[in-house]
């Protein structure tokens, strides 16, 4: 009855590890598109001169979609190297 208690909390464990690891890439992965469509709104957005000669424009969105757009390359990167060192650690074991 033990060894069967024991497969299960191990079961369970092994699925909240595997879903606390795809916590990563799906923030990687949001980080990417809010990046992007921050550049499609700085794209498509109006910009103009207005009668006092001031260029009005959304400037602010350039830094703020390289931010993070470089953050996501950054956390999917890290969940990439991760994936493949534990991949590489488990091929040695065996």
Do not use: W
């Not at 469509?37 to 602010?60: C, P, Q, T």
């Amino acid at each position: 009855m033990k060894k069967t208690a024991g497969k299960v909390l191990k079961g369970k464990e092994q699925r909240r590890r595997g879903k606390t690891n795809l916590m990563g890439p799906i923030a990687g992965l949001f980080l990417l598109l809010t990046g992007l469509l921050l550049l499609v709104i700085k794209a498509v957005s109006l910009e103009y001169i207005d009668e006092m000669g001031i260029l009005r424009e959304k400037f602010f969105l350039l830094p703020i979609a390289y931010l993070f757009i470089l953050s996501g390359v950054v956390v999917l990167f890290v969940f990439g190297g991760k994936c493949l060192a534990h991949k590489f650690s488990n091929k040695s074991k065996q």
